[in-house]
């Protein structure tokens, strides 16, 4: 069975701050991808990033940045410079060797303040 | 890009009532779809695997019969929530893979509020 956790239900920053959103995953399959959504309150999934298992580098992406790490079966996402737009609810999920078939954590609900 | 379309994007009924929500994929074929449920300031939680030209796959504790599913063409798939009542009130989002690159791609969900 697959389970991910978003050990952070909400977080409140103020503007212009770091924020590092937590995942943890598990899983027995060997072959796995690891995905962030970002769901603004008007309710569609943004997708953010996918990671299959056997890449482990750190990717950036602009203000984006995310951390994977096997040995802790973290997947862990920094905003750098937040900004009120990234006020949102973000969505760590996993996906095994079932096509589409996603595992969702419970969510982080990010709210950034001017 | 590959694009999922769901509608309606929101739907209000009484109670008794059965909705139809149909998910498209736009400019790919998708033998395989994905119905989502969400519950307010809940996590989505998957409800059903649904496969063209054959029956829907349901997780468990999904009643297959409240919630009707076809995928009668590789583009389209639609999910009826039969006899709705307020705890039916949720949102509703499908999503489908491209099957040579696994990109998975959502549709914009569809808010259902029975009264």
């Known amino acids: 069975a697959q389970k991910v956790t978003q050990a952070q239900t909400e977080i409140s920053v103020v503007e212009k701050e770091d924020v590092t959103l937590d995942c943890v995953y598990e899983t027995r399959d060997t072959t796995y991808y690891l995905f962030w959504y970002k769901q603004p309150p008007s309710g569609e999934l943004v997708f953010l990033i996918r990671?299959?298992?056997?890449?482990?580098q750190n990717e950036i992406s602009g203000r984006y940045s995310w951390n994977f790490q096997k040995s802790t079966s973290s997947f862990n996402f920094t905003i750098t410079a937040s900004q009120v737009v990234d006020s949102a609810v973000y969505f760590c999920?996993?996906?095994?060797?079932?096509?589409?078939?996603?595992?969702f954590g419970q969510g982080t609900i990010l709210t950034v303040h001017p | 890009g590959a694009v999922v379309s769901q509608h309606p994007s929101r739907v209000i009924c009484k109670s008794g009532t059965s909705v139809k929500i149909e998910c498209r994929s736009l400019d790919f074929q998708a033998t395989t779809m994905f119905w989502y449920r969400q519950f307010p300031k809940q996590s989505l939680m998957l409800m059903a695997t649904?496969?063209?030209?054959?029956?829907?796959?349901?997780e468990q504790g999904v009643e297959k019969d409240k919630f009707l599913i076809n995928h009668a063409s590789l583009t389209l798939s639609t999910l009826t929530v039969t006899s709705a009542h307020p705890e039916d009130s949720s949102f509703y989002i499908c999503?489908?893979?491209?099957?040579?690159?696994?990109?998975?791609?959502f549709g914009e969900g569809s808010r259902l509020t029975v009264l």
């Open positions: 999503s489908a893979n491209l099957e040579h690159t696994g990109e998975l791609f």
């Open positions: 990671r299959n298992s056997f890449d482990e």
């Open positions: 649904s496969n063209e030209g054959s029956k829907a796959t349901y």
């Open positions: 999920a996993q996906r095994g060797t079932s096509y589409g078939k996603l595992t």
